[in-house]
C-alpha cells in the first residue's frame, strides 16, 4: 500500500469515496504533510508551487471537519 495514500488518514468514507471517484488515490508531498495536522485541527501555514495540491490539502480538512448541521461560520480559509 502506498503509504501517501488518501485511504491512510481518516477521511470521513465519503470524502475516500468521491477522490476515488475521482481518480485521486495518491497525495502530493504537500498534502502529506500537511493533512495529518489539518486532520488533528491544527492550525497549519504551508507554501506551495502552483498545481502541487494546496488546495486540496485545505479543502479536504475544510470539509472533513464541517458539520454540516451547524450553520454558523464554521472555518477561515486566508489567501492573497
Given at each position: 500500500?502506498?503509504?501517501?495514500?488518501?485511504?491512510?488518514?481518516?477521511?470521513?468514507?465519503?470524502?475516500?469515496?468521491?477522490?476515488?471517484?475521482?481518480?485521486?488515490?495518491?497525495?502530493?508531498?504537500?498534502?502529506?504533510?500537511?493533512?495529518?495536522?489539518?486532520?488533528?485541527?491544527?492550525?497549519?501555514?504551508?507554501?506551495?508551487?502552483?498545481?502541487?495540491?494546496?488546495?486540496?490539502?485545505?479543502?479536504?480538512?475544510?470539509?472533513?471537519?464541517?458539520?454540516?448541521?451547524?450553520?454558523?461560520?464554521?472555518?477561515?480559509?486566508l489567501c492573497p
Open positions: 500500500m502506498n503509504t501517501h495514500a488518501f485511504s491512510t488518514l481518516s477521511l470521513k468514507p465519503d470524502l475516500l469515496h468521491n477522490l476515488a471517484a475521482l481518480g485521486y488515490e495518491a497525495m502530493t508531498p504537500i498534502q502529506a504533510q500537511s493533512l495529518p495536522p489539518i486532520l488533528a485541527g491544527k492550525d497549519v501555514i504551508a507554501q506551495g508551487k502552483t498545481g502541487s495540491g494546496k488546495t486540496a490539502a485545505f479543502s479536504l480538512g475544510l470539509l472533513h471537519n464541517l458539520e454540516v448541521k451547524r450553520f454558523r461560520v464554521q472555518s477561515l480559509v
